[in-house]
């Protein structure tokens, strides 16, 4: 915190020219597309993800946010306010100074990609933390910036149990602003470091129970259930925006969940390694523990299992879970109402619009949705009723970057990715001028 500090107050990146600016994350860019092999396996030997699925999330989807965040740095202006012809009124757009980010185990490239190009393009330091179950690739990531040619201090990854180094990050005076995505109760933590220490703004991603919501037009129902197979069930179910609670109109509510359930069945489970698996593993032993506990609570409580719910490949050593459905999930059920962030799916039958609106919104949380319909008034009422900050629309998942990500109600506040991103970052500063 001390180095980001000193390289953010002598200027050797906040004060030098965009240009330059541009040109260093370029480089960083293309030398994560030149090690992406190396970035994905270190990922998936922390993190369990298929590698399939890590090649493109990971080292493809960092490069790619780099590149954005380098082109837009320097068409980010600032403004002349409409005065009167005595006074000058200016409005700057400053780098904040040092960024905390803390970033989760699920896709740590990815995600750390979506807090480091905007705060590093718009001129600040960063100190970023890793889970402590996936830091090696972006370790490798500080490397890599180094030889880029990014100053010494800008960008610091430090290791750490939350308890220590997360909360000396949160309580640092030095920070001036803290970056999260992960758990809420972790997120209320920060929230708590931030008003015992310097008031720093905490930005947070607090993950979600996105609601996939199928109405009996949905066009091509097939199709629908393969994606919404895919939309759960890839990288174990980890993922923040996965449609864990499916929401099926009555009338075709067996014809879909056979269909989901047929080709969740055919996923293959196995060695993140093996470029045939499509889920991978689950990343800790705890974590698998509470997704089986969650199913064993959701049948205690009425519902039926229909597909999955138990460990598999256990004799390798490894943490694997069966893709998992449950039909006659009640909307006030625990596992309607709490984030599983496991292979788990909750589905629920609705009889009308309101009702699918009514279910949807009945969590506390808001980050995600999806909505498959061919009734194009339908779809936009939806997209408005729907409490949540991305709403999918005959797809599920698959937004790049050139589109915000960020939730309400307790699935945090703030937005990475897209031009909105650069709002975390940058303090806009007036200048009044008396002519």
């Given at each position: 915190?001390?180095?980001?500090?000193?390289?953010?107050?002598?200027?050797?990146?906040?004060?030098?020219?965009p240009?330059?600016?541009?040109?260093?994350?370029?480089?960083?860019a293309?030398?994560?597309q030149?090690?992406a092999?190396?970035?994905?396996?270190?990922?998936?030997?922390d993190?369990?993800t298929?590698?399939?699925?890590?090649?493109?999330?990971?080292p493809g989807?960092?490069?790619?946010?780099?590149?954005?965040?380098?082109?837009?740095?320097?068409?980010?202006?600032g403004?002349?306010?409409?005065?009167?012809?005595?006074?000058?009124?200016l409005?700057?757009?400053?780098?904040?100074?040092?960024v905390?980010?803390?970033?989760?185990?699920?896709?740590?490239?990815?995600?750390?990609?979506?807090k480091?190009?905007?705060?590093?393009?718009?001129?600040?330091?960063?100190?970023?933390?890793?889970?402590?179950?996936?830091?090696?690739?972006?370790?490798?990531?500080?490397?890599?910036?180094?030889e880029?040619?990014?100053?010494?201090?800008?960008?610091?990854?430090?290791?750490?149990a939350g308890?220590?180094?997360g909360?000396?990050?949160?309580?640092s005076?030095?920070?001036d602003?803290?970056?999260?995505t992960?758990?809420?109760g972790?997120?209320?933590?920060?929230?708590?470091?931030?008003?015992?220490?310097?008031?720093?703004?905490?930005?947070?991603?607090?993950?979600?129970?996105?609601?996939?919501?199928?109405?009996?037009?949905?066009?091509?129902?097939?199709?629908?259930?393969?994606?919404?197979?895919?939309?759960?069930?890839?990288?174990?179910?980890?993922?923040?925006?996965?449609?864990?609670?499916?929401?099926?109109e009555?009338?075709?509510?067996?014809?879909f969940?056979?269909?989901?359930?047929?080709?969740?069945?055919?996923?293959?489970?196995g060695?993140?390694?093996?470029?045939?698996?499509?889920i991978?593993?689950?990343?800790?032993?705890p974590?698998l523990?509470?997704?089986l506990?969650?199913?064993?609570q959701?049948?205690?409580?009425?519902?039926?299992l229909?597909?999955?719910?138990s460990?598999?490949?256990?004799?390798?050593?490894?943490?694997y879970?069966?893709?998992?459905?449950?039909?006659?999930?009640?909307?006030?059920?625990?596992?309607?109402?709490?984030?599983?962030?496991?292979p788990?799916?909750?589905?629920?039958?609705?009889?009308?619009?309101?009702?699918?609106?009514?279910?949807?919104?009945?969590?506390?949380?808001?980050?995600?949705?999806?909505?498959?319909?061919?009734?194009?008034?339908r779809?936009?009422?939806?997209?408005?009723?729907?409490?949540a900050g991305?709403?999918?629309?005959?797809?599920?998942?698959?937004?790049?970057?050139?589109v915000?990500?960020?939730?309400?109600?307790?699935?945090?506040?703030?937005?990475d990715?897209?031009?909105?991103?650069?709002?975390?970052?940058?303090?806009?500063?007036?200048?009044?001028?008396?002519?």
């Open positions: 915190m001390a180095a980001a500090r000193s390289a953010f107050d002598d200027g050797r990146w906040s004060r030098v020219a240009a330059h600016r541009k040109k260093v994350l370029h480089r960083l293309d030398l994560i030149a090690n092999l190396e970035l994905a396996v270190l990922g998936v030997r993190n369990g298929e590698i399939g699925m890590a090649l493109k999330a990971e989807s960092a490069a790619g946010t780099f590149r954005y965040y380098a082109e837009a740095l320097d068409k980010v202006y403004e002349i306010a409409p005065t009167g012809g005595d006074v000058l009124g409005v700057h757009k400053e780098p904040v100074g040092v905390g980010a803390i970033v989760p185990w699920n896709f740590p490239l990815m995600i750390g990609a979506w480091l190009a905007p705060a590093l393009a718009a001129g600040n330091s960063v100190v970023l933390k890793p889970a402590e179950t996936a830091s090696l690739s972006l370790l490798k990531l500080a490397e890599l910036a180094s880029a040619g990014l100053p010494d201090g800008v960008l610091n990854v430090v290791t750490g308890s220590i180094t909360e000396a990050l949160a309580m005076m030095d920070v602003v803290l970056v999260f992960g758990s809420g972790v997120g209320r933590r920060l929230l708590e470091y931030s008003a015992r220490s310097n008031l720093k703004r905490c930005y947070l991603e607090l993950g979600g129970k996105s609601p996939n919501i199928v109405f009996a037009d949905a066009p091509e129902l097939e199709q629908a259930a393969k994606v919404s197979a895919a939309g759960i069930f890839r990288n174990a179910g980890q993922v923040c925006v996965a449609g864990s609670r499916l929401l099926v009555e009338s075709v509510h067996d014809e969940v056979e269909a989901l359930s047929r080709h969740a069945a055919a996923m293959k489970v060695d993140p390694l093996d470029l045939t698996t499509n991978g593993a689950v990343n800790n032993i974590q523990e509470g997704n506990g969650f199913v064993s959701a049948i205690e409580q009425g519902a039926t229909v597909l999955g719910g460990r598999i490949l256990e004799d390798t050593g490894g943490y879970m069966e893709p998992t459905v449950l039909t006659g999930v009640k909307p006030e059920d625990h596992v309607a109402q709490n984030e599983v962030f496991g788990v799916l909750a589905v629920t039958p609705f009889k009308s619009d309101e009702e699918a609106v009514q279910i949807a919104n009945s969590t506390k949380f808001g980050l995600a949705a999806g909505v498959w319909t061919s009734n194009f008034g779809a936009h009422r939806m997209v408005r009723d729907i409490q991305v709403v999918h629309v005959n797809t599920y998942g698959g937004a790049d970057g050139t915000p990500l960020g939730g309400v109600k307790q699935s945090g506040n703030g937005h990715k897209s031009m909105h991103a650069f709002d975390k970052y940058f303090d806009l500063k007036t200048a009044w001028v008396q002519l």
